[in-house]
Nanobody, 127 residues
Framework: QVHLVELGGGLVQAGGSLRLSCAASGRTFSRNAMGWFRQAPGKARDFVAAMNWNDNTDYADSVKGRFTISRDKAQNTVYLQMSSLKPEDTAVYYC?????????????????????WGQGTQVTVSS
C-alpha cells in the first residue's frame, strides 16, 4: 500500500523559511511526477509546484522565486523549500504523486492528474 507522509510544517514569521518533506513508501516514484498543492480554509486546493519524470519543474506564479521543489530518488522523498514566506502562504500543504510515468515535457499542474496524496501538513505564516 502506498503512503505519502508530509513533515516540516509549522508556525513561522513572515520572511522566514520552512522545508517540507514528503516521504513515499510502498513503491518507488523515481520517474513519476510529484507535486505540492495547498489549501487554505474555504478555498480550493491550489497548485504550488511540481516535478516531472525528467526533473523539470513548474511553479505557481505566486511562489516562483521563493519556493523550490526537489527530490532525493534514493530516499524516495520530495521536498519543498519555502523562503520569504508571506501570510498568504498559510495553508495545509499536500504532496501528491502520479501512479504511472507521464512522459510529458511539462510537470502536471492539475490535482486530477495525481493518484496518491499525503495527509497534509499545516503551514502558518504570521505577520
Amino acid at each position: 500500500q502506498v503512503h505519502l507522509v508530509e513533515l516540516g510544517g509549522g508556525l513561522v514569521q513572515a520572511g522566514g523559511s520552512l522545508r517540507l518533506s514528503c516521504a513515499a513508501s510502498g513503491r518507488t516514484f523515481s520517474r513519476n511526477a510529484m507535486g505540492w498543492f495547498r489549501q487554505a480554509p474555504g478555498k480550493a486546493r491550489d497548485f504550488v509546484a511540481a516535478m516531472n519524470w525528467n526533473d523539470n519543474t513548474d511553479y505557481a506564479d505566486s511562489v516562483k522565486g521563493r519556493f523550490t521543489i526537489s527530490r532525493d530518488k534514493a530516499q524516495n522523498t520530495v521536498y519543498l523549500q519555502m523562503s520569504s514566506l508571506k501570510p498568504e502562504d498559510t495553508a495545509v500543504y499536500y504532496c501528491a504523486a502520479e501512479r504511472s510515468v507521464d512522459w510529458s515535457a511539462s510537470a502536471p499542474r492539475s490535482p486530477v492528474q495525481y493518484d496518491y496524496w499525503g495527509q497534509g501538513t499545516q503551514v502558518t505564516v504570521s505577520s
